[in-house]
Every structure is written in structure tokens, then in C-alpha cells.
DNA sequence: CTGAAAGCGCTTACAG
DNA sequence: CTGAAAGCGCTTACAG
């Protein structure tokens, strides 16, 4: 049905390898010959199968995104759509598509990574959102795969990693509380089963430290990212340590959950306590007042991680790649 | 490299025909020799190639998904992600694998949409977001490829569609604000290249007919679903019609440019004016006040729709699907 | 510059 | 119940 090499060979009195050669653009084919089978191949509006190409050339010009628990409210998907964005973006000039595997740790289909890429013969693959306890992460650790990972670090002759500088972005956040005269700050971590977790509490101590100001355990609640989350965190800080004038938040999405929470107490934002959050996510700006946060640019993180796939594929060395972040300051904290 | 049948055929010392039919459940293989091969084909690892199947079966097992202007604050972004772990969770059961193109009107590649499919081998397309104009649309109702389309109105023997019943749900907004005892009710409509935009105004306009409320052309603004839209399109419908007490609009985002717009001129809601929006984004509950809006179940529109994709694929007729919507009250309308 | 042939890893009549 | 063979649509040494 679909018109093949074979067709246009008939069709130009030649053989299929010349039609084949012609069309790959090799070199050793007349101009001659050349234009008319691509003319041909026009008029027939031929499209080359790219699953026979692959079956021959064993590649198949596909990635994989691998991204784990895809709505539920989690780290990393407030910017799923801008890092995918980004990577469809750093695939483009090398025309490599893009198929989109969704996991979840409940129902891990008992697939293993290996096999999920192998059924479809992706080159690599980038893999976001993974909490550090999933199976595939020490899976990972041994694959020949090529793979890039967003913000889970991972480095391995084949495996790299793309992320923002997690603690010098908590230390800034935190520092810049510090500059405005805070002294007990709060700290809603996200889950233990995320690296940058770990990684933004230690810039957060790493701020304290810098400014003599004693770390104190329990300032530190280990939330889990989500709103809710973040809105009995709040409670709980504020109940237990009154004297807490401002609050760093690991999403944006737990700082919305302390806005709630703060209002139900009647607490006033920023005058009452101070809130930073991380991510910048649109409901940042939008809401009153304006959420001061760390802005990362998920674009940049999704291309750079393609881009850094295909290097990979490439043979080239994986990295850890750090992609910049952003103090934005709005209306959330207030000098004291 | 990897394992092929053909190990498996010479470890277990059968030909590879029978490891194909043993592996592929065919009844015509003695459970012996089946229970053996599996064996054999597990030991090894075995993983069968999708693409070799593929050329022959002539089968990918692949859909695609297009999606237009992916990070433009557009239509259906809001709401992209739902849909899409609805159309994976639609596949699953079939072992249907998504691979994903993004387009945009601007730089359309020159890639036909049958290209784009034909290309991937996909055995079908879920489309979304695209523009009236876009040339695809002109292209899909005349496509021979299974495909549905996700709230654009194109129905053939091949294609179909899925969407709310925007009429309805404009309706039953705008009822509601009748009912609330609002007449002047001004509307913030989206851009005239989504089908929706129309729906939307239909439902509106027979609101208004319904209770004997004249239409009036200047209380409609076209806006672009935008935030930035809603804001300007707020500010013009206010000051050429202090008259209006209500507005309903075709997007949350926009009824978060009214909340900015409204602030801005020191009006309060739901006190000096009423407003309604349409999505139901996680903003609109967690905004104060909360919008009350329309709710689409956008995961299973999604879901929906992979499923309504598989059935054409099968053979079966394309219809068009209505996924119930509902209006749900909170608190930035008040009652006149 | 061009073509015949082998082969990628499967599936599927066909024959036994 | 099993196997030899053809074929899916390409690419790529190899030979000329």
C-alpha cells in the first residue's frame, strides 16, 4: 500500500541501493540519477519506513522520557510541561522523537528500566521525577543505557545528570531572609526520598552557619511537596515555635499550602511571617501578595538534558550539568 | 547483542518458528516445548524486538499525540498534563506506547500531518490544541489515519472527537449568574481560532435568551484565554460598561487577569462585581476568593479518548464523545 | 557510478 | 505439534 524504495526503483529504471544511496544523500550517485529518483519520490509522496530502517541500522532516532507518577502532586511536575518543552526543543534539530513512558513506584508493572527501554529500542533516555527510593535508581546506576536524569545525581560512564545548584539556591533564599533581620526561620523540606531535599537543607544550614545563627532540628519539617503538605507544616511550626518570623519552603506548592494556613490563623503575610518558596511556579506571581521564590529555568533544564542525551549517544562523556537559577524577590518577606 | 529468538531456538534446539509461536501464546505448541522455551527465553533475558514485529506485523503498537504550541499559555495547557495521564492510563491495557509531537503553527515544518504520522508508523493520533486555522485541521478531515481530536468538532469515518459539551457548561454558568440576579453580565470569551470560543457564546447567548436578558455584542470581549487577556479585556468591559455586575469567563487564567485587573482599580470580589471562569486549574481553589468555575474532567477526556482512538483503530465507527462537566460554586459570585 | 545479494529479527502461510 | 522458507522495507559491504 504505502510506496517503497522498490516502487520508486521501478518507477526510475534503477535499483533499489541506487534509490536508497540517492535519497541518503551519499555521494557516489550521479546528479543525474539522483534528481530524478528524488523526483520521483516526490510525485509518490514517499515516506522511508522508519521501522525497516531501524531494523537494519539498529537505531532508531527515539528517546525515551521517563517520568514517574505523572500527576500526581510532586516535585518536579508543577514544570513538567516546560522541562518536556525543552527537551522536544534540544531533539529537534536532530530529528529524534520523543516516546513518553509514565511509571509509578505502586505499579512498577514489573518492568525493569532495561527492559522498558529495550521493548522500544530507545537510544536513551531522560528520566524525571524518581524518588530515590524507586528500584529503577539502582538500576540506573548500572545501565549501559545513555541517560540523563533531571535532579537526581547520578554519574556513571553512560548516566548524567541535569540540575540546578540545589544548595547554593537554598543558601540564597535563606541568606536573603537572614538580610532582611530574620533569625528563627522555619524550613518546609520536601520528602526524604528526594535528593534535593537533603541538597536545599543543606544550603539552608549553610546560610545559618555562615551567619552565627544556631541550626535548630526542629525548625525543619519534612513535608512532601504539596500543598496540603505544606498548610499542616505551617501549623505545626507556627503552634510549636511561635517565635519563627519567617518561613523557606522547598515548592511553591507547599509556601501556597502555608498562605492558607496562615490565613485560616489570621496571621498576615509578610507582616506577620515572611515566605519564600522555590520553583516559581505561575501561581507565584498571580497570587496576593506576589510569592518571592527561587526560579528555575525548567526550559534550559529539559533542553540541556537532551542535549546532553544525545551527546551521550554520541559517545561523549556524561556530566553533571548545572543549569542557573533565580532569587526572584516579590512581596512575601518583609524586613524585620 | 541482544538476544534474538534464534539463541533461544538454538539453546532449546527447536527451530525459530516455534519459539515465535511458543512465546506469542499460539495454541498449536505442546506445553512441554512452550514451558521450555520460556524457560529459556527468561533465562537469557530475552526481550523480543518491537521493531523487527513491527515491519512485519506491519503493527507498531505506537499512538502518536500532537499538540500545538506546547507551552504557550493556550487553550488546553492548563489541563495538558491530565489529559495526557489520561491517554496513558487509556492505553495501558492494550500496550500502546505514546510518542509525542509538538507543533506550532509558525514553524509547521512543512510536515504534513500525514507525514508526521506516517513517518512514526503510529497506528493513530490523539490531537490537541490545535487552531481553527492550522492548516492540520483541513488535512485530518480528509485523513485516512485514526485520529481524535480533543474539543475540536471534525467528524469522519476515520476521525472523531471528544469534548465537553461547552455549550451546556456556558449555559449553565451564565444561569447561574442569572439566577444569582445578575443582568448585566458581560463575557470574556476566548479567541475566535478554538472552536470552544463559539460553543462558549452559544451557551451564553441562550442564558440570556432563556430569561429574557437582551444580548448585547459589546458586553463580549474575544480575549486569547491568556491571563493578559482576561486583564485587559476586564478593563475595557469596566469602563465602556460600569453598568455590569457579572463576568463570566472561557478560562480560569483569564478570570485570573480579571483578580489582577480588578485589584489594580480597587474593586473587590465578589462585592463590586462577580466572576465566573472555566477549567477549574488548581489556581481557582486556591486563589482568594476562590473562583467558582466550570470543571472539566480533563483525565478522562484523555482517557476517553485513547480508548475511542483504540476502538476506531478496530474498525469501529468514530463518534462524538461528551464528558460531563459541573459547575462548581465557591466564592467570587455573589448574590445580587 | 550502479546493482545483486545478504541480512536486520521477526511472523506467517504452507507442508508435513 | 514442528520446521523450512518467504518476506516485511530498508542499508551496506562487495563486486564490477
Chains 1, 2 share one sequence.
Not at 524504495?5 to 541518503?24: E, M, P, Q
Not at 526543543?89 to 536532530?94: I, R, V
Not at 501549623?235 to 499550602?257: Q, V
Not at 546532553?308 to 543549569?323: D, S
Request: proline content about 4%; charged content about 25%.
Amino acid at each position: 500500500m504505502a510506496v517503497t524504495i522498490k516502487d520508486i526503483a521501478k518507477k526510475a529504471g534503477v535499483s533499489i541501493t541506487t534509490v536508497s544511496r540517492a535519497l541518503n544523500g551519499y555521494p557516489d550517485v550521479s546528479e543525474e540519477t539522483r534528481e530524478k529518483i528524488k523526483k520521483i519520490a516526490e510525485e509518490l509522496n514517499y515516506t522511508p519506513n522508519s521501522i525497516a530502517r531501524g531494523l537494519v541500522t539498529n537505531k532508531t532516532q527515539t528517546i525515551g522520557m521517563i517520568v514517574s507518577e505523572l500527576i500526581k502532586p510532586g516535585v518536579y511536575h508543577p514544570f513538567f510541561l516546560e522541562v518536556l518543552a525543552g527537551i522536544k526543543a534540544g531533539l529537534k534539530k536532530d530529528r529524534y522523537d520523543l516516546i513518553l513512558f509514565t511509571v509509578d513506584p505502586e505499579s512498577q508493572d514489573a518492568t525493569s528500566y532495561e527492559k522498558l527501554c529495550n521493548d522500544r529500542k530507545v537510544e536513551g533516555a531522560i528520566v524525571e521525577g524518581l524518588r530515590l527510593s524507586d528500584p529503577y535508581i539502582e538500576e540506573i546506576k548500572g545501565t549501559q543505557i545513555p541517560t540523563v536524569l533531571i535532579d537526581i545525581p547520578i554519574l556513571t560512564d553512560k548516566v548524567g545528570y541535569v540540575s540546578s545548584d540545589n544548595v547554593q539556591a537554598a543558601f540564597e533564599a535563606t541568606s536573603y531572609l537572614i538580610k532582611l533581620g530574620h533569625k528563627n526561620i522555619g524550613f518546609i523540606n520536601g520528602h526524604k526520598d528526594a535528593a534535593v531535599s537533603f541538597e536545599r537543607l543543606e544550603g539552608y544550614k549553610k546560610a545559618l552557619e555562615k551567619n552565627d545563627i544556631p541550626y535548630r532540628e526542629e525548625y525543619v519539617i519534612f513535608a512532601d511537596f504539596t500543598q496540603e503538605g505544606g498548610y499542616n507544616a505551617f501549623k505545626t511550626l507556627i503552634f510549636e515555635h511561635p517565635e519563627i518570623t519567617a518561613i523557606f519552603h522547598a515548592s511553591d506548592l507547599m509556601a501556597m499550602g502555608s498562605y492558607r494556613a496562615a490565613k485560616d490563623l489570621g496571621m498576615r503575610i509578610p507582616e506577620d511571617i515572611s515566605l519564600v518558596g522555590f520553583d516559581d511556579i505561575e501561581l507565584a506571581s498571580l497570587i496576593t501578595p506576589a510569592l518571592t521564590t527561587i526560579r528555575q529555568d525548567t526550559f534550559k533544564m529539559g533542553y540541556t538534558a537532551a542535549k546532553h542525551l544525545l551527546a551521550i549517544i554520541r559517545g561523549e562523556k556524561p556530566q553533571h550539568i548545572v543549569i542557573p537559577h533565580k532569587l526572584v524577590v516579590r512581596d512575601s518577606a518583609r524586613k524585620l
